[in-house]
């Protein structure tokens, strides 16, 4: 095999990279903005919102209205030569439909009583925090007495 | 006795398939009555060439299985139980973690590989690894039982064939075209390829292109998000190609003035040979079997820096002194690989085998 000095000419090049004032920092590919999967954080009324529109669209009509028309005669006839095929399948979308709407009610209700409870928690926890740090004050002053 | 060898899918094209199907041909060869069962066979594969795993025989305990593992498939926990001598073909598992956040199917399918590649550590006789990473890597789980390298036998006299003339004549116009052949899946790492193109497109050659043949099936959102990283750079002329024919494929490696593999995971990576049969030069990322494959050869780059992956293209393209030395050492070293020579090292193991029974 034909001798190669790698390594001189990997310093040639990183030497060149130098002088040329080559930059390898270029965007990461694990940049959020480039799209991908991202968990906001978390925000009760956003998830309100989010909820009220799942709720507002969960059912699909197979049956939607059409004009009167020339065409919209055309497209009735052509809709009810599918719609023995397509209405039981619209039909299983508006069950799962709903029953993923009645889990995400119920997951709202579960996240907001928790933030009900946390908020007690962190009023109590206050409360304790306060009442411990007279308690150490009364502590100290009677140390200091004896 | 019989040699037979188990497969989950038997399909067109891709490099266990053809490793199987090589394996059956030699062993054809040499007189063995040989036969290939796969669970599943693809219509395009050559009718013959396999059976379905239901119509497949009660073996002796003379005949050998040999199992083709790189996946997980419930088959790696069924040839323990199966008579006569076992060998696995190891040809090695994508880790799980490079599917994360693309594919779950196929985290899973590596995750339950490795469980059967651990459930069979004690329960195979002889394991032949198409290389000496899948060696040590098997040593590492606890294999103790005798392994061989032997590397995937590639019939290379299929890459005699004619070339797609119109892909030829589309790209013939003194451009350089930079080419990487693979999959597009996350462990072969294309956004650094990306990456180092574009360096290079920018600071040494503004008209050059990037060619990443492979399909994206199955790997849509990373496919997605390298061609949203694609549009971010603002870098021109990087062409997926998708799933395209054979012949296409012989195309770009016959245009390709250089061939950029950054894979950070690969039990042998064949695209390494085929560059080098097509007398293109190679610039890799030193990861996993990648070094072994080139056997001190094309030129292996220790680090991830996209900038010193720009010069090393600039230089195997522009430097015809450097580029015809690094073409002749693939060349030499591609003689290693030859359908006689790894069918040889075959026969070596079979004979192993035989003269244990």
């Not at chain 2, 080098?276 to 890799?284: D, G, K, Q, S, V």
Request: charged residues 25%; glycine residues 6%.
């Amino acid at each position: 095999m034909t001798k190669i000095n790698i390594e001189e000419i990997m310093e040639e090049i990183r030497q060149e990279i130098r002088d040329k004032g080559i930059s390898g920092d270029l965007l990461d590919f694990s940049d959020p903005s480039l799209g991908g999967f991202t968990v906001p954080l978390f925000n009760p009324q956003e998830m309100l919102m989010d909820l009220q529109a799942v709720h507002g669209n969960y059912y699909v009509d197979p049956v939607r209205p059409l004009g009167d028309g020339l065409k919209g005669k055309i497209k009735k006839a052509l809709r009810k030569s599918v719609l023995f095929y397509i209405k039981p399948m619209v039909e299983d979308q508006n069950l799962y439909n709903i029953n993923v709407l009645d889990t995400l009610k119920q997951m709202y209700a579960y996240v907001c009583a928790q933030e009900t409870y946390k908020k007690r928690m962190d009023r109590m926890l206050e409360r304790i925090l306060k009442e411990n740090e007279e308690l150490r004050e009364q502590i100290e002053q009677l140390k200091k007495q004896q | 006795m019989r040699i037979v060898q188990i497969v989950p899918n038997i399909s067109y094209g891709d490099g266990v398939s053809n490793d199987c199907i090589a394996i059956k041909r030699a062993l054809s060869e040499r007189g063995y009555d040989t036969q290939i069962y796969a669970e599943s066979i693809s219509p395009k594969v050559e009718s013959g060439t396999a059976v379905l795993l239901d119509k497949m025989p009660q073996f002796h305990d003379e005949d050998i299985v040999i199992l083709h593992l790189a996946s997980g498939h419930h088959l790696n926990f069924d040839i323990d139980k199966m008579n006569g001598k076992k060998i696995i073909r190891y040809h090695n598992i994508t880790p799980p973690h490079f599917f994360a956040g693309y594919d779950r199917n196929s985290q899973y399918a590596c995750s339950f590989g490795y469980e059967g590649l651990r459930y069979l550590a004690d329960k195979v006789d002889y394991v032949i690894a198409v290389s000496e990473y899948n060696k040590q890597g098997l040593r590492r789980m606890g294999y103790t039982c005798d392994i061989d390298v032997m590397p995937i036998l590639i019939p290379f006299d299929d890459y005699k064939q004619k070339p797609d003339e119109k892909t030829i004549q589309e790209y013939s116009d003194g451009k350089t075209n930079v080419v990487f052949t693979g999959r597009i899946v996350p462990n072969k790492k294309q956004e650094d390829v990306i990456r180092a193109f574009h360096l290079y497109k920018k600071h040494y050659d503004p008209v050059a292109r990037l060619f990443l043949v492979g399909s994206y099936k199955g790997m849509e959102r990373y496919y997605e998000r390298l061609q949203g990283y694609v549009q971010k750079l603002g870098v021109q002329d990087v062409c997926f190609t998708g799933h395209i024919p054979f012949d296409q494929i012989l195309a770009y490696y016959t245009l390709a003035d250089v061939f950029v593999c950054m894979s950070e995971h690969e039990g042998f990576c064949i695209p390494l040979l085929e560059a080098m049969h097509f007398r293109t030069p190679i610039l890799a990322y030193d990861s996993s079997a990648i070094g072994g494959t080139l056997g001190g050869t094309g030129v292996l780059l220790p680090e991830k820096d996209p900038a010193l992956a720009a010069g090393w293209m600039n230089r195997l393209v522009r430097d015809e002194a450097l580029r015809k030395d690094v073409i002749e050492n693939q060349n030499r070293h591609l003689e290693n690989f030859t359908y006689k020579a790894i069918k040889g090292k075959l026969y070596e193991c079979m004979d192993k085998v035989l003269g244990e029974n």
